[in-house]
């Protein structure tokens, strides 16, 4: 049996891969191929994106859970109902944002991915975002702010503020987090902050 491959040929071969694809279908084959990531052994599906390839907002959250597994499409469990309610509050829906996580395949057991399982995966949400140029980037819970924002602070802390995601193809692209739509069930307290990062989002998007 092979040996898995350690993770920095892992994360080199996905960068690979992931800079060659020059259109979203390509990058899903791409990822569709690629044994970097242990996750894919043991999901059902990959779990690609969610939206529009042109779209104005990315949205990115952790990982996808048991219903993203079944139905290979992320947030469409309880959390990705709330989600589409946030959505809606401020005249988004998913036909106008992308939607994906920070890795492409469910955890066993819905456990936090690994720092190693996000670094295989990473290159290709990089080139996914550079692919859609998006006017703003969103990191749904402090996961996702991490992955992509680099900061090791808490949601609690990044959220309401705004931030830059560099990526080496494209211009700077505002950046932001918020509360994940999971916790907000989880904290129903935290609604009212949230809504109001939501109505901050809708005025930078209609100022830019
Ligand atoms: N939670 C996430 O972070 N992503 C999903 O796709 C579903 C739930």
Redesign the pocket.
């Known amino acids: 049996m092979a040996r898995p491959a350690p993770a920095s040929a892992a994360v080199a071969t996905a960068a690979t891969l992931a800079a060659a694809a020059e259109s979203l279908d390509a990058l899903k084959a791409a990822l569709a191929g690629y044994d970097g990531c242990a996750l894919a052994k043991t999901a059902t599906n990959l779990?690609f994106g969610d939206g529009s390839a042109s779209a104005r907002v990315v949205l990115i959250?952790?990982?996808?859970?048991a219903?993203?597994d079944r139905q290979g499409v992320?947030?469409?469990?309880v959390?990705?109902k709330l989600l589409d309610q946030m959505l809606a509050s401020i005249a988004l829906d998913r036909a106008q944002v992308f939607?994906?996580?920070?890795v492409f395949w469910r955890p066993p057991g819905n456990r936090s991915p690994t720092s190693q399982e996000v670094a295989a995966c990473m290159p290709f949400v990089i080139r996914m975002i550079e692919l859609i140029r998006p006017a703003m980037l969103v990191a749904?819970?402090g996961p996702?702010a991490t992955a992509l924002l680099g900061r090791s602070e808490s949601v609690s802390r990044l959220r309401g503020r705004w931030f830059t995601f560099e990526g080496a193809r494209i211009d700077p692209i505002p950046a932001t987090a918020l509360f994940?739509?999971?916790y907000l069930l989880r904290s129903p307290g935290q609604k009212r902050q949230a809504w109001r990062d939501l109505l901050a989002i809708k005025k930078r998007l209609s100022d830019a």
């Open positions: 779990v959250g952790e990982a996808p859970g219903e993203e992320p947030f469409v469990g959390s990705g939607i994906s996580n920070t749904l819970g996702a994940h739509p999971a």
